[in-house]
């Protein structure tokens, strides 16, 4: 059965993401390419995530080519995809009863509807390697619970959390965006070995401090080592609130837009039902509520928390940093499979219902990874208009373009028309100044620098609105192009 598993899991993510073998660009991927092996270590370790540096650096000094490293970032994403869903195969394989949803389970909570977005940038290969680092911390976390409920002594075998500390850790220095996968499905094993409310609360301390303190040391050395770094800026704390509250709220309703509106409450309230229905025997009805609730709001905090020690400005709800919210459906059907006594109808709905929720994430996903590519395409289309009106004017004037202005028309737009868009996924290149400065060294090959607006040119770009690439978006003035998006 192991290794059924493993072949399904291969040819799921072949047909989720198998498209993507062939070369795409995030506006990201344009700077990475432009940057030299000590600018992309740092864009990284910045961040936090110093392993991804340094293996993007080791790249630019062996001069290995953009396509190969994306090939290279793409193989190591697809190995992390399989084995993360294996991986926590194995984990629940002896929990769940039902051949059917053992197999289902892990896909739906690894590639969840906020899956797609870490398939899209140049780094995506160290992302995926950092969910399997959570899927394998969560391995030796539940041998540690296993072996200290069957040996009934209060201290287990502590071998197994140092484990879970490392695999965190590396999880954290890959992405920190996924690290919440870890402790969100950690929660259903949490109760499924709490025999009493002490063991429930000692289990919660143990998870959450393999959770945060990886974490927290990885925070305080970019924090002392990084002034300059996103993690610092000011922190409003009631606008924080303010503003998680909203987009946490809309991420319930939209999903980001990865789901019809309301599909995924729906599917929420779809797994309650079916668990009312298998405990209404039962005569305490009250504790596997609260169980329940406890799943559902665990996951939540476990999304949302992050985002309250970022700077106010900077929070930004987007699928790839909300990823272990994606899972909640997925987690909640394992809790369901663990704890209730699924019957062939209950059992059976589940089933379809998952089928046809992965069935519609490929098909959205294929749609996505279509306008990846048509994006693509629209943006060199764009530049290579303007390389052409560069290279006439330095033909004809003999001045050679260096610095950029950048400035934006009536009604700016992100994406392009027809093209799926939401947060940072499928933006177009010329949507803001330093993407587009990125794309233009690109193609170009030169150094160009981006300097401050002329404040006329921008009061006259703004009043007027193109509908497509135009010449007059052009300025040209000695070694300067004004250029305005639309």
């Not at 506006?27 to 110093?50: C, I, P």
């Not at 699928?319 to 209730?340: E, H, K, Q, S, V």
Request: charged share 20%; hydrophobic share 50%; aromatic share 16%.
């Amino acid at each position: 059965m192991k290794k059924k598993a493993f072949i399904i899991y291969f040819f799921v993510t072949v047909f989720f993401f198998g498209m993507l073998i062939k070369l795409e660009y995030a506006t990201d991927t344009y700077a990475v390419f432009n940057f030299d092996k000590e600018a992309v270590y740092m864009q990284y370790a910045m961040s936090g995530r110093f392993i991804t540096g340094i293996f993007l650096k080791i790249f630019k000094m062996i001069k290995i080519s953009e396509h190969t490293t994306y090939y290279l970032s793409y193989i190591l994403a697809i190995f992390g995809t399989i084995f993360s869903q294996f991986v926590l195969y194995l984990i629940i394989e002896k929990d769940i009863k039902s051949k059917v949803l053992k197999i289902i389970i892990p896909t739906l909570i690894i590639i969840n509807p906020f899956s797609i977005e870490l398939f899209l940038f140049i780094e995506k290969g160290f992302m995926w390697l950092g969910i399997l680092a959570c899927v394998l911390a969560l391995r030796n976390l539940q041998r540690y619970f296993k072996i200290k409920d069957l040996s009934q002594q209060s201290k287990g075998d502590k071998r197994y959390l140092l484990y879970s500390l490392i695999f965190m850790f590396v999880a954290n220095c890959l992405y920190q965006g996924v690290v919440g996968i870890f402790l969100s499905i950690a929660l259903v094993y949490i109760l499924k070995y709490s025999k009493n409310l002490k063991s429930f609360i000692t289990n919660n301390v143990i998870a959450g401090v393999i959770y945060v303190l990886p974490a927290l040391f990885n925070y305080l050395v970019v924090k002392i080592r990084f002034k300059d770094s996103r993690l610092n800026g000011q922190i409003i704390f009631l606008k924080s609130i303010e503003k998680i509250w909203y987009n946490m709220i809309n991420m319930f309703k939209n999903m980001f837009g990865m789901l019809p509106k309301y599909t995924f409450i729906l599917l929420i309230l779809f797994t309650f039902v079916v668990f009312c229905s298998k405990i209404c025997k039962e005569k305490k009805k009250l504790l596997p509520i609260l169980k329940f609730f406890y799943i559902i709001i665990g996951v939540t905090v476990i999304a949302i928390t992050p985002q309250i020690i970022q700077p106010t400005n900077s929070i930004w709800f987007v699928p790839r940093t909300m990823y272990c919210f994606g899972a909640l459906y997925g987690i909640l059907i394992l809790f369901l499979a663990i704890n209730c006594n699924l019957k062939i109808i209950s059992k059976n709905l589940i089933v379809i219902t998952s089928i046809a929720l992965i069935i519609f994430q490929a098909q959205k996903f294929i749609n996505i990874e279509n306008d990846r590519f048509l994006i693509n395409k629209k943006d060199s289309i764009v530049t290579m208009k303007i390389i052409e009106q560069i290279n006439n004017y330095e033909k004809q004037t003999k001045n050679t373009i260096t610095e950029i202005s950048w400035y934006q028309d009536e009604k700016p737009n992100y994406t392009y028309e027809g093209i799926f868009a939401t947060g940072d996924m499928n933006v177009k290149s010329y949507s803001s100044d330093w993407s587009t400065v990125e794309i233009l060294k690109y193609y170009t090959k030169k150094n160009i620098m981006l300097v401050k607006k002329d404040e006329k040119l921008s009061a006259d770009f703004k009043r007027k609105n193109w509908e497509e690439f135009d010449k007059s978006q052009i300025v040209f003035e000695k070694n300067r192009m004004h250029l305005c998006n639309y």
